[in-house]
């Protein structure tokens, strides 16, 4: 008897399943986003040039493409929770785009969420008997419909970063 094994259709979405807080201590769901496009930067309150450089960036980027990005939700998920409080992530949001929405939670949700991308993230000690958080520093971009449209990595020309955050508010 032959048995036929189906392969998951290509067409399908990965399932991008979290469940966060955001900085108020509302409970945020990947289901809050259906329909919408959206994009996630993973990164960490105390990192000294990589998050703040792209949330600047972002920022700047959101304002260029104009009304078309209140279409997309952004969001920067905190990939250290032992030191992003609410009140931290809060204070630091501060000094970027409104629209981006930060989102914390304790370790096993904040590595549900980064596995829910395949978002590398570990904590490296320092010499100062502290640590730093080593991570994926790109911006997934996920379409309207669920599907990863790409990457946006904050090293290429400005032209395609905002070519690309155009097509994802169009998604």
């Known amino acids: 008897m032959l048995t036929a094994v189906l392969a998951p259709r290509q067409d399908q979405p990965k399932q991008r399943a979290f469940t966060?807080?955001?900085?108020?201590?509302?409970?945020?769901?990947?289901?809050?986003?259906?329909?919408?496009?959206?994009?996630?930067?993973?990164?960490?309150?105390?990192?000294?040039?990589?998050?703040?450089?792209?949330?600047?960036?972002?920022?700047?980027?959101l304002k260029d493409i104009g009304p078309a990005a209140d279409?997309?939700?952004?969001?920067?998920?905190?990939?250290?929770?032992e030191r992003d409080t609410a009140d931290l992530l809060k204070l630091y949001m501060t000094s970027f785009d409104p629209r981006i929405v930060a989102l914390r939670g304790d370790a096993a949700q904040t590595k549900a969420a980064a596995d829910a991308f395949s978002a590398f993230y570990r904590k490296v000690p320092t010499a100062?008997?502290?640590?730093?958080?080593?991570?994926?520093?790109?911006?997934?971009?996920?379409?309207?419909?669920?599907?990863?449209?790409?990457m946006l990595d904050m090293h290429e020309p400005r032209e395609n970063q905002l070519q690309k955050l155009k097509l994802l508010a169009a998604s």
């Not at 509302?26 to 105390?46: E, I, M, W």
């Not at 502290?130 to 599907?147: C, K, Q």
Request: charged share 15%.
């Open 71 to 81: 279409r997309i939700t952004p969001l920067f998920v905190s990939i250290d929770p």
């Open 128 to 150: 100062s008997d502290s640590y730093t958080m080593e991570h994926t520093a790109g911006l997934f971009l996920i379409r309207a419909d669920g599907r990863l449209q790409g």
């Open 20 to 61: 966060l807080q955001t900085v108020d201590g509302k409970p945020f769901q990947s289901a809050d986003l259906a329909g919408r496009p959206y994009l996630v930067f993973f990164g960490f309150t105390h990192c000294p040039d990589v998050c703040p450089t792209a949330l600047f960036e972002l920022s700047a980027l």
